[in-house]
């Protein structure tokens, strides 16, 4: 099966400009996950869907983030403005999600640099 | 906040030796355990997961052990190989089924040929 697609796979930017990430997760897979990964540490959730509704973005500083996946399936998320500090992997990642835990699935990510 | 942690930051083991990754979790409502292994420039790959009702599972060459009683949990890799060199991160659900998972810092695994 094809895995989970996100573009574009590199994005270099100035602080205070805007970005967007776009994902594609594995088809079938109810549930799609931003994660963003700073260099040297863990994946941190952002947000959570389950099909087009949010499940948790309590993560997400809403001020300057957010997040969309209109039709249950494609996903992106956009930053505006962007701070230096949102120099990071973004993460997406899908899972079956039927009734209970399964492993979630991972794209290659987006690094972003902000300079 | 409770957090997944690690023991180790890097492991350096001889190629056909056995490694040992260790993890400690702190909440105790955790119910899903899951290690991952992330090679530069790529995503997170699932290895293997672990319920809470299981105290073992196994994969082909790995092996994950649970001990809820202390809060650990390790991913033993059995004849470690160079393609085996990579950062590996334990994760964990803290409860429910919304399958969200709590990443730890990771530890960088170097196998010398």
């Known amino acids: 099966e094809a895995g989970v697609a996100q573009s574009p796979r590199y994005k270099i930017i100035e602080k205070r400009q805007s970005v967007a990430f776009w994902c594609n997760p594995i088809?079938?897979?109810?549930?799609l996950y931003w994660y963003q990964q700073i260099l040297g540490q863990g994946p941190k959730l952002l947000i959570q869907f389950q099909n087009n509704g949010v499940v948790d973005d309590s993560q997400l500083p809403k001020d300057r983030f957010s997040a969309e996946r209109l039709k249950g399936v494609d996903s992106t998320l956009k930053i505006q403005p962007a701070k230096l500090e949102d120099s990071a992997v973004y993460l997406c990642?899908?899972?079956?999600?039927?009734?209970?835990?399964?492993?979630?699935?991972f794209g290659n990510g987006t690094r972003l640099t902000v300079t | 906040g409770e957090s997944v942690g690690l023991h180790l930051p890097t492991l350096s083991v001889q190629e056909g030796d056995n490694s040992i990754i260790n993890c400690a979790y702190s909440n105790s409502a955790s119910d899903y355990f899951i290690w991952y292994k992330q090679e530069s420039g790529k995503g997170p790959q699932f290895i293997i997961d672990i319920r809470s009702n299981m105290d073992k599972r196994q994969g082909q060459r790995v092996t994950v052990l649970l001990n809820k009683t202390v809060k650990h949990l390790s991913l033993q890799i059995a004849a470690t190989q160079p393609g085996d060199s990579a950062v590996y991160f334990c994760a964990e659900n803290q409860g429910g089924s919304q399958g969200n998972l709590i990443f730890g810092k990771g530890t960088k695994l170097s196998v010398k040929p």
């Open positions: 088809s079938g897979h109810a549930t």
């Open positions: 990642a899908s899972s079956l999600s039927r009734g209970s835990i399964s492993p979630l699935h």
